[in-house]
Nanobody, 119 residues
Framework: QVQLVESGGGLVQSGESLRLSCVAS????????MGWYRQTPGKQRELVAD???????NYADFVRGRFTISRVAANNTVYLHMNSLKPEDTAVYYC?????????????WGQGTQVTVSS
């Protein structure tokens, strides 16, 4: 069984920063890609950023230059450093990991952490 636990969300003012963390634990052989997605009510979940095991990163246009994703492979941990936050960044942020375990490979999701940015 694999678990992803996010932390670091909260309420901030426009222009401020937050750092989200996600730790994957359980029967994990390896994780290829770890990423962050976000969702607001009535909208589909969307990719914010992801990072491969080799360190290649990918960002959505709406966060490029403001957010930075990083990873500590040894600890199965991924971070999202969010700077210059805007009210439109308000959402529930979810961590996703492409997990390889005993005879299987699947996407594991965290429970989400709320980020609220006030104007």
């Amino acid at each position: 069984q694999v678990q992803l636990v996010e932390s670091g969300g909260g309420l901030v003012q426009s222009g401020e920063s937050l750092r989200l963390s996600c730790v994957a634990s359980g029967r994990i052989w390896g994780i290829e890609t770890m990423g962050w997605y976000r969702q607001t009510p009535g909208k589909q979940r969307e990719l914010v950023a992801d990072i491969t095991s080799g360190g290649s990163t990918n960002y959505a246009d709406f966060v490029r230059g403001r957010f930075t994703i990083s990873r500590v492979a040894a600890n199965n941990t991924v971070y999202l450093h969010m700077n210059s936050l805007k009210p439109e960044d308000t959402a529930v942020y979810y961590c996703k990991s492409d997990v390889r375990t005993f005879g299987a490979r699947f996407d594991a999701w965290g429970q989400g952490t709320q980020v609220t940015v006030s104007s």
